[in-house]
């Protein structure tokens, strides 16, 4: 016998093998331990010690937020306002703000204060349906601070149920380091990478490469180091001006390129290619005032689209999914399915989490028991999108976070 069986429900399985979002209308999960037993239509479904009836409601796969800046220290709440009153994000990174001005606060906050300013992003995440997290670090980008940084992650993470996927963040070249950019990229690739590998604190390496951040050359360094010591990898591309990044990516393989605002069709073409997913970031985006990224152009050419948060202290202070979906369907262009898959199948993949990001028999048991039926709904009622989740389970438990509103 099963432990826990939630029948009569809406399951949105994103099962690979079904088409579209893999709907059951009238169906049913079984789960026992961390994982799903069972999963098809109602009437065929087994006994359970426990059984929910979720009402006809919606279950999905839990939320997956595949590219977030969350260990940080500080706030840049004063550039927000000097880009509400018309400044650029270049020019305000000109003037000593931007990515630097996050790195005196975190470099000077303690590892118990970073490790609670994470958690609590990360808790604010899972109320948002997130079972699943990428943190990057970046913040600090000094071969200590940054290894530092992923510690804490990894502290972060032991402390919950949630999965948290470290990546090691090549952000940009510190002020300090301007002088000497061509050491400091040497100091990344020969002693940063190989120790984050060795000590098991990322599994893949992303490269910011873009105007004010890493040339491709330098990009392209960084990511054969990451190879070499068995790591994955992934770019920030064309955020603000193509230098090649979806090319490079493409070539290596690489889990994903993030951004995409300004991509070739050579870029695109390479990405395809490779299988690599195009991350979807609609919040940087539109406060950053930049022109949509080529959705249709990716789509066209069959690049898997994911969906994430960027939450950053610079252009999106923002911990949840749901209002992200909206934005990728008003804002971007994708239709709601494409959002769905964006945010569990295809970030799954971005971060190269295999069997995750679905509801199928053997997978990890994340869902989420919504409070409508319509998939629709999570984007289109943007502003209560939270509110609409009436359980989260990570791992099989309900997460301490579930509104259980009811007992059903
Ligand atoms: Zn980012």
Redesign the pocket.
Same mark, same amino acid.
């Given at each position: 016998m099963s432990e826990l069986v939630v029948h009569n429900a809406r399951v949105m399985t994103c099962d690979p093998d079904r088409p579209g979002l893999g709907m059951i209308d009238r169906g049913a999960l079984a789960i026992a331990g961390d994982a799903i037993r069972w999963i098809g239509g109602d009437a065929e479904r087994p006994r359970g010690a426990r059984e929910i009836d979720a009402g006809g409601r919606l279950v999905t796969p839990g939320l997956i937020d595949c &590219?977030t800046?969350a260990i940080f220290a500080g706030d840049r709440a004063v550039e927000f306002g000097m880009r509400a009153a018309g400044a650029s994000y270049l020019e305000i990174a000109r003037a000593g703000g931007g990515i630097a001005a996050s790195l005196g606060p975190t470099r000077a906050a303690s590892d118990e204060a970073l490790i609670a300013a994470l958690g609590a992003r990360l808790d604010a995440a899972l109320a948002g349906g997130t079972t699943a997290i990428e943190v990057k670090s970046g913040y600090d980008l000094t071969v200590e601070g940054e290894l530092r940084l992923l510690r804490c992650v990894a502290a972060a993470a032991a402390r919950r149920r949630q999965r948290v996927v470290p990546t090691l963040l090549a952000h940009l070249v510190p002020p300090e380091r301007a002088a000497d950019r061509d050491a400091f990229v040497a100091e990344l690739c020969g002693a940063l990478i190989p120790r984050a590998a060795g000590e098991g604190l990322a599994s893949s390496v992303d490269a910011y490469c873009d105007e004010g951040a890493f040339t491709l050359a330098e990009t392209r360094a960084i990511f054969t180091a990451a190879r070499a010591a068995g790591l994955a990898v992934r770019a &920030?591309a064309g955020q603000f001006r193509d230098l090649g990044a979806a090319e490079l990516v493409g070539e290596l393989s690489g889990l994903s390129a #993030?951004h995409l605002e300004q991509v070739s069709d050579a870029g695109i073409a390479a990405l395809a290619r490779a299988g690599t997913v195009a991350v979807m970031?609609p919040g940087a985006c539109v406060q950053l005032r930049l022109p949509v990224p080529p959705v249709e152009r990716l789509r066209r050419a069959g690049v898997a689209l994911a969906v994430a948060s #960027?939450l950053?202290p610079g252009s999106s202070y923002c911990e949840t999914l749901p209002i992200q979906m909206w934005l990728a369907t008003t804002h971007l262009g994708m239709t709601v399915d494409e959002a769905w898959l964006g945010v569990t199948r295809h970030a799954a993949r971005a971060l190269g989490l295999a069997g995750a990001g679905a509801l199928t028999r053997g997978a990890r048991a994340d869902l989420i028991v919504w409070a409508c039926d319509e998939p629709a709904h999570i984007p289109y009622r943007y502003g209560a999108a939270v509110q609409l989740i009436d359980a989260v389970f990570v791992a099989g438990e309900p997460a301490d976070c579930s509104i259980l509103r009811r007992d059903r």
């Amino acid at each position: 016998m099963s432990e826990l069986v939630v029948h009569n429900a809406r399951v949105m399985t994103c099962d690979p093998d079904r088409p579209g979002l893999g709907m059951i209308d009238r169906g049913a999960l079984a789960i026992a331990g961390d994982a799903i037993r069972w999963i098809g239509g109602d009437a065929e479904r087994p006994r359970g010690a426990r059984e929910i009836d979720a009402g006809g409601r919606l279950v999905t796969p839990g939320l997956i937020d595949c &590219h977030t800046h969350a260990i940080f220290a500080g706030d840049r709440a004063v550039e927000f306002g000097m880009r509400a009153a018309g400044a650029s994000y270049l020019e305000i990174a000109r003037a000593g703000g931007g990515i630097a001005a996050s790195l005196g606060p975190t470099r000077a906050a303690s590892d118990e204060a970073l490790i609670a300013a994470l958690g609590a992003r990360l808790d604010a995440a899972l109320a948002g349906g997130t079972t699943a997290i990428e943190v990057k670090s970046g913040y600090d980008l000094t071969v200590e601070g940054e290894l530092r940084l992923l510690r804490c992650v990894a502290a972060a993470a032991a402390r919950r149920r949630q999965r948290v996927v470290p990546t090691l963040l090549a952000h940009l070249v510190p002020p300090e380091r301007a002088a000497d950019r061509d050491a400091f990229v040497a100091e990344l690739c020969g002693a940063l990478i190989p120790r984050a590998a060795g000590e098991g604190l990322a599994s893949s390496v992303d490269a910011y490469c873009d105007e004010g951040a890493f040339t491709l050359a330098e990009t392209r360094a960084i990511f054969t180091a990451a190879r070499a010591a068995g790591l994955a990898v992934r770019a &920030h591309a064309g955020q603000f001006r193509d230098l090649g990044a979806a090319e490079l990516v493409g070539e290596l393989s690489g889990l994903s390129a #993030d951004h995409l605002e300004q991509v070739s069709d050579a870029g695109i073409a390479a990405l395809a290619r490779a299988g690599t997913v195009a991350v979807m970031l609609p919040g940087a985006c539109v406060q950053l005032r930049l022109p949509v990224p080529p959705v249709e152009r990716l789509r066209r050419a069959g690049v898997a689209l994911a969906v994430a948060s #960027d939450l950053n202290p610079g252009s999106s202070y923002c911990e949840t999914l749901p209002i992200q979906m909206w934005l990728a369907t008003t804002h971007l262009g994708m239709t709601v399915d494409e959002a769905w898959l964006g945010v569990t199948r295809h970030a799954a993949r971005a971060l190269g989490l295999a069997g995750a990001g679905a509801l199928t028999r053997g997978a990890r048991a994340d869902l989420i028991v919504w409070a409508c039926d319509e998939p629709a709904h999570i984007p289109y009622r943007y502003g209560a999108a939270v509110q609409l989740i009436d359980a989260v389970f990570v791992a099989g438990e309900p997460a301490d976070c579930s509104i259980l509103r009811r007992d059903r």
